[in-house]
């Protein structure tokens, strides 16, 4: 089955091509965004918000095991604490959806190269080797296209490839073409040289794809094809030699064993395959049916028409800023308009915290095809992902803070209203280091949990995520988040929810 990543893509060779020819719409989208914001209708009252410490708090819950991985014990311990936090808030009818999947869980990997340990990490949903491992020549494939392959015989070897990353010129697009909505960044952090690795869109293995389907350039599918034993991969962009990428996440099983390996290390893993040395590729561990499970409850309002609020609870690793951070914005949502009385309250609030991002974001894409009804009654749908992450850069082997925030940016459905509303929140926050864009500028849906409301439920969509070079690995720790940007953080999320409360 093709998953959504395979849909969802970013359009590595033409985005930048195709965002130019947009530009003239988009900066008519802007003007008009902007005029409209100044007319929307405004809610009355407050609404207050949790502390931040009670948000810090909620981070360091759902970050009590060393991962949340779909179909886990730490993943149910992870969806039974959500509900129960929503149950805590006074949200009704909270519900655990259950979602049948594979549960893939590796035991014990390692690669070795004439006798010589090679730090590597698996590639998850990848096949299994004999307890001893598989023992083959490496063969170097490049970056695996058609004519990398063509030099090299990979039948019966273990095949290494660089695997890159795009790279994104967000001060170019930001900054000189103004291709947003709206930008938020005070202190000028963003510049135009400002450019950022776009670490979730590997370029040769995307994910989301069947040796049927899989394009040419697909590095994995390529070496299945052509008879490999195994596969060895380079994470060549990824910073501070990590080789905890937990990606691609798809869902999809894969027959032939994969590691990765971070890009210090393959310098020398290269150089030994290009001269067909001997290796051994070992991966352990079961694959077996199981469950995930949507969590969700509902605040009623007044109408039946609702806003959604949603993030996701799954994580890799520890995953404080993917995604604690994005359900602990969740929670305070909940928290806020739980305080509001139903009467202030015109509109049905309706909270998901989506299963399985990291199992093709296939929680999203569920929820949206078995509430149909629900997602013709909403009328947008705020998704909160990795909100308040610290920026950091590459340091020799590791990553070190720049002081900055991690840029994040909004995904902003074209809906007049839906764009003003966004422009109105981030001239009225305090957030720093946003820009609010078109859903579809880098693929047909956003890049982010949102894609399944967009693509099963024609839901207009904010989604707001930002992408740290340290998501997808281990690194994404407690310390990444600025406490200090919490409560700026909420105080947004809570006007776009009032401009919706407003809205006629």
């Known amino acids: 089955m093709e998953r959504w990543e395979n849909k969802v893509k970013v359009r590595t060779g033409s985005t930048l091509a195709s965002i130019l020819r947009r530009l003239p719409g988009l900066w008519r989208a ?92 698996f590639v ?3 096949g299994f080797t004999p307890p001893e491992g598989v023992r083959a020549p490496l063969a170097w494939v490049g970056t695996g296209r058609a004519s990398d392959f063509a030099r090299v015989d990979v039948r019966g070897k273990l095949a290494v490839a660089d695997v890159p990353f795009p790279r994104m010129p967000t001060g170019l697009l930001l900054r000189l073409l103004r291709a947003s909505y709206a930008l938020s960044d005070p202190e000028g952090a963003i510049g135009l040289a400002t450019s950022q690795y776009l670490n979730f869109a590997r370029q040769n293995f995307i994910g989301g794809c069947t ?79 199981g469950v995930m499970h949507n969590v969700w409850g509902v605040l009623p309002g007044l109408s039946d028409q609702a806003i959604l609020v949603t993030s996701h609870h799954d994580s890799p690793f520890l995953g404080a800023v993917e995604d604690g951070a994005g359900m602990a914005q969740l929670l305070a949502q909940a928290w806020a308009w739980s305080h509001v009385p139903r009467e202030r309250r015109p509109r049905t ?43 950091v850069a590459e340091r020799g082997a590791g990553y070190a803070e720049t002081g900055r925030l991690a840029l994040t940016v909004m995904f902003t459905s074209p809906a007049p209203v839906v764009a003003a509303a966004a422009v109105r929140a981030l001239r009225r926050s305090r957030v720093r280091v946003t820009a609010a864009i078109p859903a579809d500028l880098l693929g047909p849906a956003p890049t982010s949990d949102a894609a399944g409301y967009v693509l099963e439920g024609r839901v207009p969509v904010i989604s707001w995520i930002g992408c740290p070079y340290y998501l997808l690995d281990e690194h994404d720790t407690l310390d990444k988040i600025e406490r200090s940007e919490l409560l700026p953080i909420a105080e947004t999320a809570t006007e776009i929810v009032r401009t919706f409360m407003a809205l006629p």
């Not at 409209?36 to 009590?64: F, K, M, N, S, T």
């Open 30 to 121: 802007r003007w008009a965004a902007a005029r409209l914001a100044d007319r929307l209708p405004e809610y009355q009252g407050a609404v207050p918000l949790p502390e931040a410490d009670v948000l810090w708090g909620w981070i360091q819950g759902l970050c009590a095991t060393p991962h949340r991985r779909p179909g886990t014990p730490e993943g149910h311990r992870a969806e039974e604490w959500v509900a129960e936090r929503f149950h805590e808030l006074g949200l009704e009818d909270v519900r655990l959806d259950p979602i049948p999947i594979t549960v893939w869980t590796a035991a014990r990997w390692s690669l070795a190269v004439e006798g010589r340990a090679i730090p590597a990490f």
């Open 124 to 126: 998850p949903n990848t």
């Open 211 to 289: 040796a049927e389907s899989a394009p040419e350039h697909d590095v994995y599918w390529q070496a299945v094809r052509r008879g490999a034993l195994g596969v060895c991969l380079i994470l060549r962009d990824q910073p501070a030699n990590s080789n905890t990428h937990y990606g691609p996440y798809d869902g999809i099983m894969k027959p032939l064993p994969a590691l990765w390996v971070g890009k210090q290390d393959g310098v020398e893993l290269r150089a030994l395959a290009a001269r067909g040395a001997e290796a051994c590729l070992a991966l352990a561990g079961e694959a077996s049916p």
């Open 349 to 391: 609030l309706v909270f998901v915290a989506d299963a399985g991002h990291f199992y093709g974001s296939e929680g999203g894409h569920t929820f949206a095809r078995d509430h149909q009804e629900l997602m013709r009654r909403t009328r947008v749908a705020l998704t909160l992902e990795h909100l308040g992450g610290k920026e």
